[in-house]
DNA sequence: CTGAAAGCGCTTACAG
DNA sequence: CTGAAAGCGCTTACAG
């Protein structure tokens, strides 16, 4: 009962293997009949041509790598839905690598590219010279989602990370806001970064001072120092880089007694599941993390079509975000 | 600057392809000098077997996949961190198939066999004829991941479903809770049947009345039919089988006034951060799904090794369970 | 439009 | 302990 092979195919059709490599690989250039004829075949006893043979034969293996840090986070897993419904479309299969280790980095990647994937969706968050180096000397079409490539040089998919800030920093400046608080992640991460730049260009450009602090990203932590911060001081705004600690924030302040958004209003970035399961419902930029990923392997589908690689004029996609207003601001 | 092949190291160390892929193969059959200068050279180059000739000459792929219905849900990623450790661990790279729609059950299987992965991490909720059948049919091992498979032909790795809700249901009772709701997914999940039959027997076994529900699986509807329902009755306690289900549920519930835990108390399946992020933080059933997706690929391996197959007397592994209680239960 | 043949980069009996 | 050779299951110029 095992697999059927391509000769099995062959026989079954009387005809030569080349032929069903045609019908699979180049269907026009196989009479129709012949064509028909070997797809039944194929239909009927269910082949399905051998992953590995097919991708050393022809050097394309219609698989994509996506490389990521750590899938604990939520959004990362929306991220790959989205890749995985695109790359379902184009015919394409997932090969999953996650390492976390800086100094596996270059062995990592070596292994990666021995997985002999047709292009590579790297989700990383420190872009280091090491990186850089290894990304450079790729093989295959590489393409960053949601962090932007240091030196433009390669592809990138995702949004305008400091636009938004600036947006929404603004807009809350206008609701006569004056004391916004920013709060970032202590770990560098280039989209908090940006975020933090936004922010604070627009604080100042409304002649405001922009008052930024730095938290872990353990909950436990946080609430700690979250509730020590209150306790000196309650900004009009707050705004946190991530849902959870928004919602951490918002919850300190709430166990004080502090009203939100009456006294204190709150606005987290991403709007996952948890926005909605805070009461009251957070105010969120929306950060559609499915549709980068769908969007970054319909963009890496078409680099790997042409051929291009990283050296080649790459694509900055920049998918549209929305801020959702809820019960955490006020008019 | 392409990668170098096998014969690239064959000829910088001297040696014939068969030694190099013996060191890497069987390197006890290698002279230590010869092994010890083919692996410098190996590092020095930074070469890493190319994974689809490997593949196919040995019919061994070191490769799993990781078939799921959907990403979406933040446990799902968990598992996987698990799977990923583990499979790191022992050398095993990861294929992700994900697939929700059942018309393509056998076609989507078809391709997953075709991959040419050693082995199969099956996370699947409703277990169907025609999935059964494929999965019998499959030459490579597959193991079930958090669900118990039918008629216990096939190996799995979870935890026992009906013992914690039965544990959980029975300590609410000891401490003198007699109005217990158990709320339920419309969608006939195998892990919701179980832990309802633990509940049901818990409460019978107890004398008293059990009572479900089932809500959908969707935030908008859920929220709508829980304040719906709390109009009419507010239990003593309310078990829902998902945290996010849980948390809804309460927050209907204080938006109503109702203090929690004092006038119901609340409790959900899984432990998600969802569970830390609510306020009050909810009591859960702990459900260690990281720690399932590790066991599961440590399991594997050792199936893959013995070259087990589904026919074989598989194992069914138990992974521990604990109940964490916070502050939506009361003693 | 179709077939025979070479080749993709490895592994593994088989000799020695 | 090591090498020469066959073979894994495909694809793709090359002829015809």
């Not at 897993?77 to 596996?104: H, W």
């Not at 004056?178 to 709060?183: Q, R, W, Y």
Request: net charge neutral; glycine share 6%; hydrophobic share 40%.
């Amino acid at each position: 009962m095992s697999q059927p092979k391509i000769y099995d195919i062959a026989g079954a059709a009387g005809v030569s293997l080349a032929t069903v490599s045609r019908v699979l690989n180049h269907p026009e250039k196989v009479k129709k009949e012949t064509r028909e004829r070997v797809l039944r075949i194929i239909r009927e006893k269910g082949y399905k041509p051998n992953a590995n043979a097919r991708g050393l034969a022809s050097r394309r293996s219609t698989t994509v790598a996506i490389v990521v840090p750590k899938l604990t986070r939520a959004s990362v897993a929306e991220m790959i839905q989205g890749v995985s419904d695109s790359a379902q479309k184009y015919g394409y299969t997932i090969r999953l690598f996650v390492n976390d280790d800086p100094t596996r980095a270059k062995d990592f990647w070596a292994e990666v590219i021995a997985s002999s994937v047709d292009g590579i969706l790297f989700l990383n968050d420190e872009m280091t010279q090491e990186v850089y180096e290894l990304v450079k000397n790729t093989p295959v079409p590489v393409l960053f989602i949601n962090s932007v490539a240091k030196g433009e040089q390669f592809g990138s998919v995702g949004i305008d990370y400091q636009g938004c800030a600036y947006q929404i920093t603004e807009e809350m400046i206008r609701r006569g806001n004056k004391d916004i608080l920013f709060v970032s992640n202590e770990r560098v991460y280039s989209v908090n970064i940006l975020m933090e730049k936004g922010y604070h260009a627009a604080m100042v450009a409304n002649g405001l001072e922009p008052k930024i602090i730095y938290s872990s990203g353990e909950l436990a932590v946080n609430e700690k120092f979250f509730s020590e911060y209150l306790d000196h001081h309650v900004p009009e705004v707050a705004m946190l880089v991530r849902d959870s600690m928004a919602i951490s924030f918002m919850n300190s302040a709430i166990r004080k007694g502090i009203k939100v958004p009456d006294q204190l209003q709150v606005i987290g970035f991403q709007n996952t599941r948890y926005a909605l399961l805070a009461n009251p419902k957070l105010t969120c930029v929306e950060i559609p993390i499915y549709e980068i990923g769908n969007q970054a392997m319909e963009v890496l589908t078409k680099l790997m079509k042409e051929g291009l690689t990283v050296d080649s004029d790459n694509p900055h996609l920049l998918v549209d975000y929305k801020i959702i207003w809820r019960e955490t601001t006020r008019n």
